[in-house]
């Protein structure tokens, strides 16, 4: 069974920085697109990035020019650089891994964002 393992996540002062990893298990890690979603409280998940076996496919508007997501398949690992952290960034952050109609989920990690 594949499974995602978020971390990074944490307490960061507007302006600052931070670094999500999302470690897969299984073989066929380099073969599928994955990415991040978020979700803050009382609001629909929001995709984020997503990456593909080689090269980044998408970037919410809300965040272009500020995250950077990217891949090492060596490490079975996705990450998601995020500057110029706001407020409005604050949420968890969820990892996931998309084998067409199969669509597997890390349990999250946490964002929030707060002088």
């Known amino acids: 069974q594949l499974q995602l393992v978020e971390s990074g996540g944490g307490l960061v002062q507007p302006g600052g920085s931070l670094r999500l990893s999302c470690a897969a298990s299984?073989?066929?890690?380099?073969?599928?697109?994955m990415g991040w979603y978020r979700q803050a409280p009382g609001e629909q998940r929001e995709l984020v990035a997503s990456?593909?076996?080689?090269?980044?496919?998408s970037y919410a508007d809300s965040v272009k020019g500020r995250v950077t997501i990217s891949r090492d398949g060596a490490k079975n690992t996705v990450y998601l650089q995020m500057d110029s952290l706001m407020p409005e960034d604050a949420a968890v952050y969820l990892c996931?891994?998309?084998?067409?109609?199969?669509?597997?989920w890390g349990r999250g990690t946490q964002v929030t964002v707060s002088s």
């Open positions: 990456i593909g076996s080689s090269r980044p496919l």
């Open positions: 996931y891994l998309s084998m067409g109609t199969q669509v597997f």
């Open positions: 299984g073989s066929l890690f380099n073969t599928y697109p």
